[in-house]
């Protein structure tokens, strides 16, 4: 974009995310020969394989007189409200019901709540976070399988097919159509809910394998998502482990650790047998080959996520 026309220039579509459904969207737009601008991150910049100049950064879009639309997808930033004001449709795409699950890590604690449904939507953008009316949604089932991943994976599978369908069509027509917003139903789960997580997200073998396997289902998220409060962890002697996958076994196997300490991996898993419960786990790290896992009667977790 020309630098002498930047002041005066009014935009009639400027994206600002990053991942796949952001690139997806951009990349969608531009076969329907829009013209689009672009603040995204320099690793994702190059997975788009587009001119330098769909590139504007912050500073460049202060400076815009006038936005007509203004989307948001996947962006871990707040746009500003004096970027707000001068944009006349502001949308975003939020990974959840809104407004019941607004915040972070929404299918996380869908799994924790023992929902039996999900969903993404387009909304408007307000002064506050996932506010805004609501433009798109889908709902969807919870599988007894998914993990937060998964689900995830949905959202954006689902956020895409909304953008092509109603999104694309308000871009269009430069006029949006809301839905109505049940405000009773709002919630919002941000930093100050992380404490929330049963045992911080570690695994607790005096509790049912249910109850751990909802741990691990709604820990297991995106390589993306990198806070180690929302990964599924054992507390060993030897510090904290990541765990891959825990599976419920038949008790009947006579080969099962009845300990919780020194457990030797077979077959690259560790299987025990504790307060009548049977698992078999699998951990990240591939080069520990056997395993002490703490007593989890009286256990301060903070003291081992100090950054919390």
Same mark, same amino acid.
């Given at each position: ?8 220039? !009014? ?25 689009? +601008? ?29 936005? @007509? ?8 930033? !707040?746009?500003?409200? @004096? ?17 019941? +699950? ?54 954006? +599978? ?27 139903? !709002? ?11 049963? @045992? ?37 002697? /030897? ?12 008790? /009947? ?9 020194? !457990? ?9 047998? +504790? @307060? ?33």
């Amino acid at each position: 974009m020309p630098k002498d026309r930047i002041k005066s220039e !009014i935009i009639d579509l400027v994206l600002i995310g990053d991942g796949p459904l952001f690139n997806h969207c951009v990349n969608f737009l531009r076969n329907k020969k829009f013209k689009i +601008y672009i603040i995204t991150s320099l690793n994702n910049s190059k997975k788009l394989n587009i001119k330098t100049d769909y590139f504007i950064n912050y500073k460049k879009l202060y400076k815009i007189k006038k936005i @007509n639309f203004l989307l948001s997808i996947m962006n871990g930033k !707040i746009i500003e409200k @004096n970027i707000l004001k001068k944009t006349k449709y502001a949308i975003n795409f939020h990974d959840g019901p809104l407004p019941k +699950y607004g915040g972070l890590y929404s299918s996380s604690w869908a799994i924790l709540n023992s929902e039996k449904k999900h969903g993404c939507c387009w909304h408007e953008m307000g002064e506050n976070v996932d506010i805004g009316n609501i433009l798109s949604f889908k709902n969807f089932k919870i599988e007894n399988e998914d993990t937060s991943y998964s689900i995830d994976l949905k959202s954006l +599978y689902y956020g895409f097919n909304l953008f092509k369908k109603d999104i694309f069509k308000y871009i269009k027509k430069k006029k949006i159509i809301v839905k109505k917003r049940n405000n009773k139903l !709002i919630s919002y789960y941000g930093r100050s809910h992380f404490k929330n997580i049963p @045992n911080l997200g570690f695994l607790n073998f005096n509790k049912s394998y249910e109850y751990n396997s909802k741990i691990f289902r709604a820990l297991t998220t995106s390589k993306e998502k990198k806070n180690i409060i929302f990964q599924p962890k054992l507390l060993t002697l /030897k510090g904290v482990e990541v765990i891959k996958s825990i599976t419920k076994l038949k008790c /009947k196997n006579t080969n099962l650790s009845k300990s919780l300490n020194n !457990i030797l991996k077979t077959r690259g898993y560790f299987e025990l047998k +504790y @307060n009548k419960n049977c698992f078999r786990i699998e951990l990240k790290n591939t080069k520990i080959k056997s395993l002490s896992i703490k007593n989890y009667k009286k256990i301060n977790y903070f003291r081992y996520l100090k950054f919390i």
